[in-house]
């Protein structure tokens, strides 16, 4: 036999006391398939005295909420990963005149082997712009500058930097 249904096939009566424990529950914060099941009711019996006593089962509001919440998170974490770009890229950007460490492993002994140059080579020089080019691009994605112009100055510095690095290293 079906819930909420007699032997001879009719619908059950709603009585008060299950009006009332479905407020109860509701306000519980049990859902409409868990007070059906605990008050051995179909949902849509649930839904109706729910909707007779001005309850709801609707969750958009705290489901809004919880989304809202969520992007503010990303937000903010973006917005940290886009300083630790930053970092990077100025921490890099200041190794490109600095004296460079290489190392050699081979040779017949297979010998490992260090030497400090007084500056990276041209190829490396170009690998370390790009990497900070990546690292202020991505950071500028990630948190744009405020609408004060910012992003074409920004764009403007760096293209001046890599012009005049070009010009004192070449474009190798």
């Known amino acids: 036999m079906s819930r909420g249904v007699t032997a001879m096939g009719t619908a059950k009566p709603v009585t008060e006391e299950e009006r009332q424990r479905v407020r109860e529950l509701h306000a519980e914060g049990k859902g409409r398939n868990e007070i059906a099941e605990i008050l051995g009711r179909g949902g849509r019996t649930i839904s109706t005295i729910a909707k007779d006593l001005g309850l709801s089962f609707s969750r958009a509001a705290e489901v809004r909420q919880a989304t809202e919440i969520r992007q503010a998170d990303l937000a903010a974490r973006r917005a940290a990963f886009?300083?630790?770009?930053?970092?990077?890229?100025?921490?890099?950007?200041?190794?490109?005149?600095?004296?460079?460490?290489?190392?050699?492993?081979?040779?017949?002994?297979?010998?490992?082997?260090?030497?400090?140059?007084?500056?990276?080579?041209?190829?490396?020089?170009?690998?370390?712009?790009?990497?900070?080019?990546?690292?202020?691009?991505?950071?500028?994605?990630?948190?744009?500058?405020?609408?004060?112009?910012?992003?074409d100055q920004v764009g403007s510095l760096l293209t001046n930097l890599f012009d005049q690095l070009r010009a004192r290293h070449g474009d190798h």
């Open 82 to 151: 886009a300083v630790k770009l930053q970092d990077i890229a100025e921490a890099e950007a200041a190794k490109i005149n600095q004296p460079h460490t290489y190392w050699d492993w081979g040779g017949k002994e297979h010998d490992f082997d260090t030497h400090t140059a007084p500056e990276p080579t041209p190829g490396d020089k170009r690998a370390y712009m790009s990497l900070v080019a990546t690292a202020v691009d991505r950071s500028l994605r990630l948190a744009p500058p405020k609408e004060e112009g910012g992003a």
